[in-house]
């Protein structure tokens, strides 16, 4: 008994020296090398806003796709850095002292961090950027451009874009074109055109990379590039007008559809083909009273059910109490050009009536321009319209009245340069850049809004 019990002994004096002589070996441990930010993040910014920061690895470099409002400055100079995911350690400044994410920084100019691995060996710096924009994403901004070398000589003039080209019809024989690869500057030159006879300049529209024209005779022509013109099988029509196109649309099967209005017996009634087929569809109910019949102009947006629709303005031959915009309808499964639909709006709301009014479906609002050029018309679903924003107003000049007392506040007025300049032609690119050209002087100007110009 006693033999057993003294080898019970001798067992746990081994284990005790083996285990002594494990822990005093020199065997050594392996210490992470990791030393990369896994994830980061700032501060809210504003209303409690929180902006996604990109990390690449590759180029060590944090920063924000999305920008930072414009003013936000004054909130990032002082702020914190409330994510920061790393296996070691970090640090920052000329002597690397260890970094505290409880201490605000300065994110105005970008920022170097120092992680540090587990290992005590490897080191990677990472810098870190704030972006943030410079430009006030909402406002229209305004340049005056190159005049045309000469004014249009009488009538209206028509502005188009056609395959990345600004043309400017005065006449019916010459034209200016310019290219709009370089926006900030234009190089115009003079083109001979061959319009048809009687071709109504008012009339051209531009759609799936074609021009189409009607004349006073009720015929109609088409162009590839603007300058000669080949005659359309009308298939009888007297054309009054085109209207527009309503593009291709996967959703409900439509394929690229022209529309217009052509004339029979003192009655106006739609049409409407695939630009692809030669067969006209023919509307069989005469046109409401009150569409627009002159000056059209037209925008395409897709409405709540994800499908397009076009969207006309233009004069009318009657007096009217409000500008109406027409939509394009149809059924289920298609939009056949035949049907239109005003969204008078018999409110408070409604569009005044102007003269030569345009419509645009502009950074996901409708907007309309037009009559003395005092005031931008805005609406979200083309129903109920009210006075832009004022950071969405035509190029001003302002007007400063000092108070007639002392303590008397200045009245501030912002004057348009556009007010009463009469007859124009406007154009949108695929750059989001609005096109006006001026009948009296044939001035030029280009806006943007400058959220539509960021990458």
């Known amino acids: 008994m ?23 070996s020199d065997d050594n441990y392996e210490y992470s090398s990791d030393a990369t930010i896994r994830a980061f993040g700032i501060d809210t910014i504003g209303k409690g806003i929180y902006y996604k920061f990109t990390i690449d690895q590759l180029k060590r470099e944090i920063y924000n796709v999305d920008s930072l409002p414009v003013g936000s400055d004054t909130i990032i100079d002082k702020i914190l850095i409330d994510t920061l995911s790393v296996t070691g350690w970090v640090t920052s400044g000329l002597n690397d002292t260890l970094f505290n994410t409880s201490d605000s920084v300065d994110l105005r100019e970008p920022i170097k961090l120092k992680v540090h691995a587990a290992d005590g060996v490897t080191v990677r710096e990472y810098t870190i950027k704030v972006n943030v924009h410079k430009q006030d994403p909402d406002s229209l901004i305004w340049r005056e451009m190159a005049a045309l070398p000469a004014s249009p000589v009488s009538g209206k003039q028509k502005s188009v874009i056609l395959k990345g080209e600004l043309f400017v019809y005065t006449s019916s024989t010459t034209a200016y074109r310019s290219s709009l690869s370089t926006p900030a500057s234009l190089q115009w030159s003079l083109i001979n055109v061959e319009l048809p ?4 300049l008012n009339s051209i529209v531009s759609f799936n990379d074609q021009l189409f024209i009607t004349t006073t005779s009720g015929e109609a022509f088409y162009s590839d590039n603007g300058i000669s013109w080949t005659q359309m099988d009308m298939q009888g029509m007297q054309m009054v007008t085109f209207l527009g196109g309503i593009p ?15 004339t029979k017996e003192g009655a106006n009634y739609f049409c409407a083909k695939d630009t692809k ?12 009273a009150g569409f627009p019949l002159e000056d059209i102009y037209s925008t395409v947006f897709t409405n709540a059910s994800g499908i397009k629709q076009t969207v006309i303005v233009g004069n ?28 008078s709006t018999p409110t408070d709301f409604s569009c005044p009536a102007m003269k030569n009014p345009s419509i645009m479906y502009y950074g996901g609002l409708f907007y309309m321009m037009g009559g003395d050029f005092n005031i931008i018309r805005t ?12 950071k969405f107003r035509y190029p001003t000049e302002i007007k400063v009245t000092p108070g007639e007392k002392e303590d008397d506040k200045d009245t501030i007025e912002y004057i348009s340069l556009f007010k009463d300049k009469g007859d124009y032609s406007l154009a949108i690119d695929t750059k989001h850049y609005i096109w006006i050209v001026w009948n009296s002087d044939g001035s030029v100007w280009r806006g943007r809004q400058n959220k539509l110009g960021f990458k």
């Open 2 to 24: 006693r033999i057993k019990f003294l080898s019970v002994i001798l067992s746990f004096l081994l284990m005790s020296i083996a285990i002594s002589s494990c822990l005093d």
């Open 197 to 200: 006879e009687g071709a109504k």
């Open 248 to 262: 291709e649309d996967k959703i409900i099967g439509n394929k690229n559809i022209l529309t217009g209005i052509f």
């Open 379 to 390: 609406s979200r679903v083309g129903i109920e319209w009210n006075e832009a924003a004022t």
């Open 316 to 343: 009318t031959e009657t007096t009217v109490e409000e500008t109406v915009p027409w939509f394009t309808m149809g059924g289920p499964t298609t939009m056949d050009g035949l049907t239109w639909t005003g969204m």
């Open 277 to 288: 087929e030669a067969t006209w569809r023919k509307g069989e109910e005469v046109i409401p």
